[in-house]
T-cell receptor, first 114, second 114 residues
Framework: NAGVTQTPKFQVLKTGQSMTLQCAQD?????MYWYRQDPGMGLRLIYY???????DKGEVPNGYNVSRLNKREFSLRLESAAPSQTSVYFC?????????????FGNGTRLTVT | DQQVKQNSPSLSVQEGRISILNCDYT??????FLWYKKYPAEGPTFLIS?????DKNEDGRFTVFLNKSAKHLSLHIVPSQPGDSAVYFC?????????????FGDGTTLTVKP
């Protein structure tokens, strides 16, 4: 009963490098989300996928791309990392989009860009 | 313009007493209101929610109150326990085209002293 699994847990990148953050859920949820949390701030939505085959921009999408690979997996790609992307990234899933459908979060990926 | 504000970054209470965490919002289109709890190095976990058609929801030691006219949400924890020490985020969900976009406050760090 893993819930939402994120890999890697930690990552250090140099400016300009690229990487993909992986996320998988085993709860058969339809919707998946990527958030970032900066120190002392709340979670800000980067991208979300209401259902398999669809993706939409959130509040802070610039510099990121996403892929909903299948119902279980939703990846986040940084094509050219910048120091401003240093943050903790959380993937989440929910059974439905909205409708009082609480989010289930993974434990996060801590990314540092130097 | 921040739509959700948790004006107290931190709160310290004695074990056994009441903890009251507050949240103010500006967007009248929010339809569901949720509280999440977050321990260090973990993802947020859902705690309790309330629909916009209600003014109170109880779950054990946790009660959420909604004052729509004042656009104010609060979480009461009675009695507080040391294990409640965590960061608490209020979050809001819209409906329709905004259903997938949960908006989070910046969080309040609760410390319950034994």
């Amino acid at each position: 009963n893993a819930g939402v699994t994120q890999t890697p847990k930690f990552q250090v990148l140099k400016t300009g490098q690229s990487m993909t953050l992986q996320c998988a859920q085993d709860m058969n949820h339809n919707s998946m989300y990527w958030y970032r949390q900066d120190p002392g701030m709340g979670l800000r939505l980067i991208y979300y996928s209401a259902s398999e085959g669809t993706t939409d921009k959130g509040e802070v999408p610039n510099g990121y791309n996403v892929s909903r690979l299948n119902k279980r997996e939703f990846s986040l790609r940084l094509e050219s990392a910048a120091p401003s992307q240093t943050s903790v990234y959380f993937c989440a899933s929910s059974p439905l989009q909205g409708r009082n459908s609480p989010l289930h979060f993974g434990n996060g990926t801590r990314l540092t860009v130097t | 313009d921040q739509q959700v504000k948790q004006n107290s970054p931190s709160l310290s209470v004695q074990e056994g007493r009441i903890s009251i965490l507050n949240c103010d919002y500006t967007n009248s289109m929010f339809d569901y209101f949720l509280w999440y709890k977050k321990y260090p190095a973990e993802g947020p976990t859902f705690l309790i929610s309330i629909s916009s058609i209600k003014d109170k929801n109880e779950d054990g030691r946790f009660t959420v109150f909604l004052n729509k006219s004042a656009k104010h949400l609060s979480l009461h924890i009675v009695p507080s326990q040391p294990g409640d020490s965590a960061v608490y985020f209020c979050a809001f969900q819209g409906e329709g085209t905004n259903a997938g976009k949960s908006t989070f406050g910046d969080g309040t760090t609760l410390t319950v002293k034994p």
